[in-house]
């Protein structure tokens, strides 16, 4: 065998037959050999977690496509998780239709920048319709329009020590996401849902939306982007609001 594909089963083959014959310490420390260690490796679930986000990033491919579905699959019903922020400035935004509104890029990049929301909406756009699904158990197809992600960051020269992308919204529901997901083709600054400007409650002005990965990594009400080498010291240090509510950093589907 030979070539990264088979040396990358060999290498998962060994992660999952470690975490099998000598506990998950042992995988853990293949992992970590991989920089493969997710923000939530601490506690009694962590290893478990390691183990999923190592052996997911290690078999799939970078740039595995989330399935692309056709306008009569798109959902008639669109539920909402994580309605609009009730405060300001959030409100004073959306009631100025977000004239005032800047999405502000900082971090570990070349040239810190705020956008306009039609700075945002004159980028290379990217059309698509995927499925979401919620930790919950709901789930819709729909269509949306937004800039790739990737295109916004290399605008803005992401540092090649950059080990991570946070996301910052205008409520407590942040996130974040590792290089090969922020720089995926289907992650995207979306501002248009099945043809109509972003909703309020779906995230207005601006919303992520990370095809590959569950609901709850599709931050809504982006309002900062940030660049970063660690996640130790952004928030609780576990990478997302999730962890502290019981669910996942790496939430891959
Ligand atoms: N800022 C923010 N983003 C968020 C949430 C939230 O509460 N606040 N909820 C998340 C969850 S749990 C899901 S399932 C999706 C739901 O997106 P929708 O409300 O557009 O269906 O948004 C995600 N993004
Ligand atoms: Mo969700």
Redesign the pocket.
């Known amino acids: 065998m030979s070539g990264p594909w088979s040396r990358r089963k060999l290498l998962t083959a060994g992660l999952t037959a470690a975490a099998g014959v000598t506990g998950l310490t042992a995988a853990t420390r293949i992992a970590d050999s991989y920089g493969l260690i997710p923000p939530d490796s601490g506690g009694i679930w962590g290893p478990g977690e390691t183990l999923t986000y190592a052996t997911q990033r290690l078999l799939m491919s970078r740039n595995s496509m989330a399935r692309e579905f056709g306008r009569s699959d798109v959902s008639n019903v669109?539920?909402?998780?994580?309605p609009q922020p009730k405060t300001d400035p959030y409100q004073r935004l959306l009631h100025g239709a977000f004239a005032d509104w800047r999405l502000a890029i900082d971090g570990l990049v070349a040239r810190p920048t705020s956008f306009s929301l039609d700075e945002i909406k004159r980028m290379p756009a990217r059309r698509q319709i995927t499925h979401?699904a919620?930790?919950?158990g709901w789930a819709?197809i729909a269509e949306w329009v937004g800039v790739p992600l990737s295109h916004v960051l290399n605008l803005v020269g992401v540092s090649p020590t950059a080990t991570y992308i946070v996301f910052t919204?205008?409520?407590?529901?942040w996130d974040s996401l590792d290089m090969p997901d922020a720089f995926h083709p289907q992650t995207l600054l979306a501002y248009n849902l099945n043809g109509q400007d972003l909703p309020p409650?779906?995230?207005a002005p601006i919303?992520a939306r990370v095809a590959r990965q569950?609901?709850?990594k599709?931050?809504?009400?982006l309002h900062k982007i940030t660049a970063v080498d660690s996640l130790k010291h952004v928030g609780d240090g576990r990478g997302s609001a999730q962890p502290a509510w019981g669910y996942s950093w790496f939430a891959g589907i």
Not at 78 to 82: A, E, F, H, Q
Not at 169 to 173: A, G, K, R
Not at 218 to 221: E, G, I, L, N
Request: aromatic residues 16%.
């Open positions: 669109i539920p909402v998780s994580g979401q919620c930790e919950e819709f919204p205008f409520d407590e529901s409650d779906h995230g919303r569950l609901g709850y599709s931050v809504k009400y």
